[in-house]
């Protein structure tokens, strides 16, 4: 009965210890030394360029928003959405009636002014001859002081009247010139050469204009040849950027064509999106379009025969550094690790972490050498998108671990035992 109990006792001492075994053997206790499967690659020198990305809008480089300086009706309107004009060239009329009428006002207020000029001043002629005549007469005591002043003083009021009338004058000539620029301002041309890219009214439809600030926007006037990207680069990238750093740009109408640009223009202050708990900082850059790189899009029997318009997204790639012949690896060779994490084993667990002082982290990579795994501790300088610069831990031919991600940056521990094969064969 005793040996009954105790062969379900044994038999599962036997299957804990076959478990063990198992476990150990491919865990590297006992017997031959469990191998990870990883890919190799050869370091070599190569030529990196480093770029940022951001995305933007084409806009032109050089457009104005014609708004009027006078209100009313528009009455002519010259130009369609799309019409090339020049410099000068008539673009609409706004009804001038009431600017005439204010002028004719203007001239009739000039000219009566004018005529109360020419009053005064044969008036002041006469009491000037009267105050003459007094004092001579004053002088030979023929008449009594008090006349004399009564001459004198009426003789300097009209002097009085005349200099008020001339002010008057001056005023209405002032006048008449505002109301003569209130006219020619009815009359709207174009200010520079271009496209009209943008055309907001109709004709019979009323405008507000004012000298004070900009009244109805009626059209856009742009420079299309000249086109430029407005980028928003992000405040970590932005100190990267130079002005006249080359830029490879796309266009999402133009699908798999890539054009050439050149960095004109970079913000000095920052532009913040978003809410106060999700704030984005962004710097407005500038990315001129060299026409050369879309010269064979410009289509000159078309009406509009420009290939880009306002408005139009883009993805701008900003060259920022250039090194050739340089020591690099693919960037999922590089990982980081705490120094010394593989002698502190499981040590780090146990003992108190103080969170107040996060441990500083290397960058490193794995080298294979006799068949395992050795941590070298590397310091990285620029990037594309594909490898990263090593500037210090290795050398040409040295052989770094690239792949699986997971075991470079998790599982490989320095001194462990590997195995090489292809790259394909790790995610079959």
């Excluded at 019979?204 to 926007?217: C, D, F, I, L």
């Excluded at 999700?278 to 290939?307: C, E, M, W």
């Excluded at 883009?314 to 250039?322: E, G, K, S």
């Excluded at 997971?406 to 462990?416: E, F, G, H, Q, R």
Aim: net charge negative; hydrophobic share 40%.
């Amino acid at each position: 009965m005793k040996q009954k109990r105790m062969v379900p006792f044994a038999i599962g001492l036997l299957v804990i210890v076959v478990a063990l075994l198992v476990v150990g053997k491919k865990a590297g206790w006992i017997g031959k030394e469990y191998a990870i499967s990883v890919a190799t690659q050869k370091v070599e020198s190569k030529t990196i360029t480093e770029f940022i990305t951001a995305n933007g809008k084409i806009q032109p480089q050089t457009e104005v928003k014609i708004s009027p300086d006078v209100s009313g009706e528009i009455i002519e309107l010259y130009v369609e959405e799309g019409d090339q004009v020049k410099a000068g060239d008539p673009l609409c009329v706004i009804k001038p009636d009431m600017y005439i009428s204010a002028l004719n006002r203007s001239e009739a207020t000039l000219n009566s002014s004018k005529a109360r000029l020419a009053q005064a001043e044969a008036q002041q002629i006469e009491r000037e001859l009267a105050f003459k005549r007094a004092r001579q007469l004053f002088e030979s005591s023929t008449i009594p002081v008090s006349e004399f002043e009564s001459a004198e003083a009426a003789f300097k009021v009209a002097q009085a009247e005349v200099r008020a009338a001339q002010f008057a004058v001056k005023s209405a000539e002032a006048s008449v010139e505002e109301a003569k620029e209130q006219l020619t301002k009815t009359r709207i041309y174009a200010p520079m050469p271009g496209t009209i890219s943008a055309l907001k009214v109709e004709k019979g439809e009323r405008v507000v204009g004012t000298n004070m600030y900009a009244g109805t926007e009626m059209m856009i006037v742009a420079e299309l040849e000249k086109m430029e990207v407005q980028a928003e680069v992000n405040e970590n990238d932005i100190v990267k950027v130079s002005l006249n750093d080359t830029a490879l740009i796309e266009v999402d109408a133009y699908l798999n064509r890539k054009f050439k640009g050149v960095v004109t223009e970079i913000a000095n202050s920052a532009k913040v999106t978003g809410t106060a708990t999700d704030q984005v900082t962004n710097f407005d850059v500038k990315v001129f379009l060299l026409p050369g790189s879309y010269a064979d899009l410009i289509d000159s029997t078309a009406r509009q025969f420009y290939p880009f318009r306002p408005g139009m997204s883009a993805t701008v790639d900003i060259l920022t550094n250039t090194r050739e012949d340089i020591i690099s690896v693919p960037i999922a060779a590089v990982t980081t690790r705490v120094p010394d994490e593989d002698k502190k084993g499981g040590q780090k667990e146990n003992s108190q972490t103080d969170l107040s002082q996060p441990e500083e982290r290397t960058e490193v990579v794995f080298v294979h050498r006799d068949g395992r795994a050795r941590q070298v501790k590397i310091k990285t300088g620029i990037q594309d998108n594909v490898s990263i610069e090593i500037t210090e831990g290795l050398s040409e031919n040295d052989e770094v671990i690239t792949a699986p991600y997971n075991a470079i940056s998790k599982t490989l521990k320095d001194s462990m035992q590997i195995k090489i094969v292809p790259e394909k064969e790790l995610f079959e």
